[in-house]
């Protein structure tokens, strides 16, 4: 036989309903209640206050704090060598440059023109993570305010902020990467004053691709020390 849907199986105001539960006189008139959040309410009122009386008074973030990516400027000119990692990284594509050229200019290369659009910017850190150079950090500013959607794309001007007012996040990033790399990890500032083809100690960059090839060759020639097992 078709069940009748339609018909309610038990009836919720029933007082046999086992999972109904049943109120006291005084939860019934919600006198109680109400005189519990109103005293509640009324010791909260003499509680002492955290709330900071902005824009009087403004709030110091840490050195972990993930404001707005701001450019490192070092001795007057950027770190940065228009690498386009940062651009890469950057999940919603907010980051965009032009690489150029100075002979006259020890790191060689340098953005011509450097723009963060800062209404897709999500401050994630990726472009602070992936930056070879510590050339771009997160900031602690917090308090941005545009006009118009012009006004948030930031260009070079302003993003270059010197490298002492940003003296805490470069020591905490220090102290991160060697915590999470150990000793892998060890940034040298005089990597952006030397040419990028001389700064690996280890292993001569500005070797041809004639010279690779042939010390390729000389190594792939040269018997193993140890066999692996």
Known sequence: ???NLEKPVLNTLNKEYKRERTFSFMENIYLPEIFKALWYTLKQMFAPKFTMLYPEEKWEPPAIFRGRPVLVEDEGQERCVSCGLCA???PPLAISMQANENSDDPK???PEWFEINMLRCIYCGYCEEVCPEEAIVMSKDYDIVFESREEAVYDKERLLVPKEDLKD???YL???RNRQFGQFWD???ENNIHSVRDRDRTWNTGLSLVDMLEQQKKNDATEASS???
Do not use: G, P, S, V
Request: glycine share 0%.
């Open 169 to 171: 996040r470069l020591d």
């Open 1 to 3: 036989m078709q069940e």
């Open 174 to 176: 220090k102290n991160y």
């Open 187 to 189: 940034f040298q500032e």
């Open 88 to 90: 890469r990284a950057c």
């Open 227 to 229: 066999k692996w097992t």
């Open 108 to 110: 060689e290369r340098y």
